[in-house]
């Protein structure tokens, strides 16, 4: 797929730009959704089956995600490519002018207020962790769970807290 022109905004703008693309990047790599059917059920915005399913072809024609092999009756699992991965440093400046310039609810953006206290040391760490379950890179060492598990733990004990907090504040 050539783009329009040589400019690099453009190129990343002609795979990324629509709305739906980020939106199945974000669930494959934060919800760890790799099959057509946990991806529209797992949409929280409601995504179409057709738009879907376009939206999946382009990625995989722009070597974003690649489509693995399935034999009949069996789901095909995408996985990110380099390429792939290489989005969440965009996903994540995103969701930071998301935080500061949109509005949203609470429940939706603490996983991105997470991850911007963690800071980008975070988001490399993320990425070596999306290279060791989708290009089967060797693990790097790190003590206790990978950085997926520890941002899921922290944004369900957030979640948890707030559930418990009254309204109005601590009492």
């Known amino acids: ?11 990343a703008v002609e795979v990324l730009g629509d709305r739906w693309a980020l939106l199945v990047l974000r669930d494959v790599i934060f919800g760890d959704r790799r099959h057509f059917r946990a991806l529209l059920t797992g949409s929280i915005e409601g995504i179409a089956s057709n ?9 995989v024609e722009a070597g974003i995600l690649t489509r693995g092999t399935a034999a009949r009756g069996q789901r095909a699992r995408y996985s990110l490519t380099e390429a792939g991965i290489q989005t969440l440093p965009v996903l994540y400046a995103l969701g930071n002018w998301g935080l500061d310039w949109r509005p949203g609810t609470e429940e939706l953006q603490i996983r991105q207020r997470i991850m911007r206290e963690a800071g980008p040391a975070f988001i490399e760490e993320l990425m070596d962790e999306l290279r060791v379950r989708h290009l089967d890179a060797p693990p790097k060492l790190h003590d206790g769970p990978d950085p997926l ?12 807290r707030r559930r418990l907090t009254p309204p109005d504040g601590p009492a």
Not at 2 to 8: M, Q
Not at 51 to 59: E, F, K, P, S
Not at 149 to 160: F, I, M, T, V
Request: charged share 30%; proline share 6%; hydrophobic share 45%.
């Open 149 to 160: 598990e520890r941002l899921n733990a922290a944004c369900a004990a957030e979640q948890e």
């Open 1 to 11: 797929m050539e783009p329009r022109s040589g400019c690099p905004i453009n190129a």
């Open 51 to 59: 738009i879907l399913a376009d939206r999946l072809v382009r990625l």
